[in-house]
């Protein structure tokens, strides 16, 4: 499925969504992390994607509804709002401080309490298994008023033990409302442990089917699947939808990760600097697939989906740009019904403007030209299209290249910059490693001069050479021979994700070494550095440090 907006763009906002949220809670000394996170995703795509709505006319008439049921998830969904445009983003710096507009649950907004609520809440929340029903009220209003719009409700899983969501959830099909998407943050994990242990919840799926309702389920995480079920649910006619969204409380911080005491705690202030260097440092696994044995594509293809692979890496090679051809867009074409995740082409090729065309047609989500095959016209060209077709833009260089100067003008309009760390044309060839020097002052050059995008690693990448990218910034890891030459497809990409994890946990450590915090930080985060502990080499650290 590709997006109709641009893919890198929509992960950046959410992983500023994330940010902004964990500094707002640890500044206010309290509030729902681990709700946050788990719902980040999706609410980022629906605000940042899917919805109608205006940030400067917020009850525009014909907006879609978004009503925020688990509505402790408020610091994610302030963010998001700030994130949107809908108020500006210093102000969650005011979360939860007496007589802020950041109440600790959200409050409906009225120009009667405009100093106590934010223009584009819909609905007061704090009370549990409400706002399906209220929901309900609007998709009935929004019928008789025959109006187009979507009425959109997240709700948690803690929060379906309240009786009335089932009242919510009989009453939805009877009325036919197939405007109204239920979507379900299926964290499993609620204020006092396990949803599972508290109230068995299991099995979800059969019993919103039972009650008639449309079932779709996926990995909240991905906003490729979001996406892809919101979309299904227009073609869906008088039922309701609900969208199982199986997500991971506290997911992007990994000491909070899955642990329920994260559900509704602050981080202590002093972490701020750590939590925010690890949520910038996220990164994607793009296998290659011309790497490797000449098996078909296809099969590639679903290997690294079953991986664990983040995107797909296209190399498109016409055999004049560099000497080698590889495929064209027909292919990518064919390939593109197989898998939802999005497809990151790499065009090697002569005259882009003239073909760009072919490979909008075949859905890429990202499209990255070659800086030595366009100048800055033929380039401005190509990134309107792009642009106006929601790919994300990207250029590339090769290793004996700079960026050109040219570039820094359109920093806005690019949201992935591949340097490569081999010569274009064969997948299999050894890592240039004069190119990190050039990688880590680009990487400055263009986080000084505003650049929000991607940073993308291309060539000779391993568990080594991945490292030394990382660290420089690279957050898209392309890898052709080192995951298609292993015989063991997934575990090449698990050691890959691995490398990239024990990197950033190196980093984090020294950072709070640093901050002067850094034993502190070990403890916080035990359960996630104890089995690293050997290849971190902070065994001897452990023992030293006593409850
Ligand atoms: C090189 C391509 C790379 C390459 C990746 O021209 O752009 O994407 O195939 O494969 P490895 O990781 O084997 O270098
Ligand atoms: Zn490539």
Known sequence: MAFS????????????????????????????????????????????????????????????????????????????LAVAGYFSDDEINDLRKLGSRLQGHPVRYSDEEKDHSVPGVEYSGGSEGIGLSVSIGI??????????????????????????????????????????????????IQQDGFTEDIMPLDPMRDKWTSFNWNVIEIDGHKVEQIIDALNKTSSVQDKPTIIIANTIKGNGIKHMANVPQWHGKAPPNKHTPLLLEELDSEFLIAPSIIAGRRENYEEKVRAAERGGADIIHLDVMDGKFVPNITFFADTIKKLRHITSLPFDAHLMIENPLEHIDEYIDARCDIITVHAEACDENIFTQINHKLLSNGISPGIAINPSTDLPDWIYSHLQNIDVIIIMSVDPGFAGQKFVPQILPKMALTNKKLRESGFKGYIEADGGIDATTLQQVYDIGARILVAGNAVYGSTDIHAAIIQLKHTANVALERRLLEHATKLGIRVDWMKTRKHILIPLANELGIEEEFYAIKE
């Open 5 to 80: 907006m641009r893919y890198l763009d929509l992960k950046q906002k959410i992983r500023d969504v994330r940010m902004l949220a964990i500094q707002g809670i640890a500044k206010a000394g309290s509030g729902h992390p681990g709700a946050s996170f788990s719902a980040a995703e999706i609410m980022g795509t629906l605000y940042f994607r899917k919805m109608k709505h205006d940030h400067l006319n917020p009850q525009w008439e014909n907006r879609d509804y978004f009503i925020n049921s688990k509505a402790h998830s408020a610091p994610g969904f302030y963010a998001t």
């Open 139 to 188: 998709a009935l209003a929004n019928k008789l008023d025959k109006k187009k719009n979507r009425i959109y409700t997240l709700i948690g899983d803690g929060e379906t033990n309240e009786g009335q969501v089932w009242e919510a959830a009989m009453a939805a099909p009877k009325f036919r409302l197939d405007n109204l998407v239920a979507i379900l943050d299926r964290n499993r």
